[in-house]
């Protein structure tokens, strides 16, 4: 007979000789998905049997986490923000190191009853949007993406979270075509340098290269979306988007020359410098 514990155990044991850094951790995900246990049940019963159906699941999935391809899309979810989203294909999967803009947008929204309005270019799975908007439950929101399915993706995660009311998104390129005023606008645009050769062959072979590349430098989306943003920020309001390592000053000479102010540059967990934060200049 084999139990769940044993068949984390094997498949620890060939991840790891797989060389994955976090074999444990994918193991248990998947034989938990499998097996449609919460950690508290495995914890609560380590000996209970595992049948031949969900042995063959995680022969399946195991093997294809073998080839590279992520925990999030085998399940087809994802934690962020203590929320866990749907995730597929179409969309970047959460990382903690952009819960930092949460954390940023959240700042610059400091009173909990009041009707703010949110923008969020570039949405994907609606993770920031969304997670903002569970803080703050007069706000409302806009996503947008330049991908169909990623605003499928996303609709899906607002009902499913229930914020579907407070939450729309759309199909589009960045702020063209929008109107009215918000008080947050956030991004995660691309912001990978094209010819990058430290991005990791499972990142490039299985996420969105939409969602990950943009342009010689990286910055190209910013620099498509700034005017707009610009425009779209009511008086004192607060522009958040994230970038790479080592982008600080050439994204901060965007911003400033495109009419910005910089507020702050927040690092995320690793101590890297992540995410900035800039409202419009008075003149």
């Given at each position: 007979?084999?139990?769940?514990?044993?068949?984390?155990?094997?498949?620890?044991?060939?991840?790891?000789?797989?060389?994955?850094?976090?074999?444990?951790?994918?193991?248990?995900?998947?034989?938990?998905?499998?097996?449609?246990?919460?950690?508290?049940?495995?914890?609560?019963?380590?000996?209970?049997?595992?049948?031949?159906?969900?042995?063959?699941?995680?022969?399946?999935?195991?093997?294809?986490?073998?080839?590279?391809?992520?925990?999030?899309?085998?399940?087809?979810?994802?934690?962020?923000?203590?929320?866990?989203?749907?995730?597929?294909?179409?969309?970047?999967?959460?990382?903690?190191?952009?819960?930092?803009?949460?954390?940023?947008?959240?700042?610059?929204?400091?009173?909990?009853?009041?009707?703010?309005?949110?923008?969020?270019?570039?949405?994907?799975?609606?993770?920031?949007?969304?997670?903002?908007?569970?803080?703050?439950?007069?706000?409302?929101?806009?996503?947008?993406?330049?991908?169909?399915?990623?605003?499928?993706?996303?609709?899906f995660n607002a009902q499913a979270l229930g914020m579907a009311g407070r939450a729309?998104?759309?199909?589009?390129?960045?702020?063209?075509?929008?109107?009215?005023?918000?008080?947050?606008?956030?991004?995660?645009?691309?912001?990978?340098?094209?010819?990058?050769?430290?991005?990791?062959?499972?990142?490039?072979?299985?996420?969105?290269?939409?969602?990950?590349?943009?342009?010689?430098?990286?910055?190209?989306?910013?620099?498509?979306?700034?005017?707009?943003?610009?425009?779209?920020?009511?008086?004192?309001?607060?522009?958040?988007?994230?970038?790479?390592?080592?982008?600080?000053?050439?994204?901060?000479?965007?911003?400033?020359?495109?009419?910005?102010?910089?507020?702050?540059?927040?690092?995320?967990?690793?101590?890297?410098?992540?995410?900035?934060?800039?409202?419009?200049?008075?003149?």
């Amino acid at each position: 007979m084999i139990t769940v514990q044993k068949l984390i155990q094997d498949w620890t044991a060939r991840f790891q000789a797989q060389g994955l850094g976090t074999a444990q951790l994918d193991a248990r995900a998947l034989v938990l998905f499998v097996c449609g246990l919460s950690r508290e049940e495995i914890i609560a019963d380590p000996a209970r049997p595992v049948s031949e159906a969900e042995c063959l699941a995680m022969t399946g999935l195991g093997e294809r986490r073998l080839g590279g391809e992520p925990v999030a899309y085998l399940t087809g979810k994802k934690e962020f923000w203590s929320l866990e989203f749907q995730v597929t294909s179409d969309t970047l999967i959460p990382r903690p190191d952009s819960e930092t803009l949460v954390l940023l947008g959240l700042e610059a929204m400091p009173e909990s009853g009041k009707a703010y309005r949110i923008l969020d270019l570039g949405t994907g799975s609606g993770c920031l949007l969304l997670a903002m908007l569970s803080e703050r439950a007069e706000a409302r929101g806009l996503g947008v993406d330049i991908s169909e399915g990623a605003v499928k993706v996303a609709q899906f995660n607002a009902q499913a979270l229930g914020m579907a009311g407070r939450a729309d998104f759309c199909q589009g390129n960045w702020t063209e075509g929008l109107e009215g005023s918000f008080d947050v606008i956030v991004s995660n645009p691309p912001y990978i340098a094209d010819g990058d050769r430290e991005v990791s062959s499972e990142v490039r072979a299985f996420e969105p290269a939409s969602a990950l590349f943009g342009g010689a430098d990286g910055l190209d989306p910013l620099r498509a979306q700034v005017g707009g943003v610009r425009d779209l920020l009511t008086k004192n309001g607060s522009y958040i988007m994230e970038y790479g390592q080592g982008q600080t000053e050439n994204v901060s000479q965007i911003l400033r020359s495109a009419g910005f102010e910089i507020l702050e540059i927040r690092r995320d967990l690793a101590g890297i410098e992540r995410a900035i934060m800039a409202k419009v200049a008075k003149m």
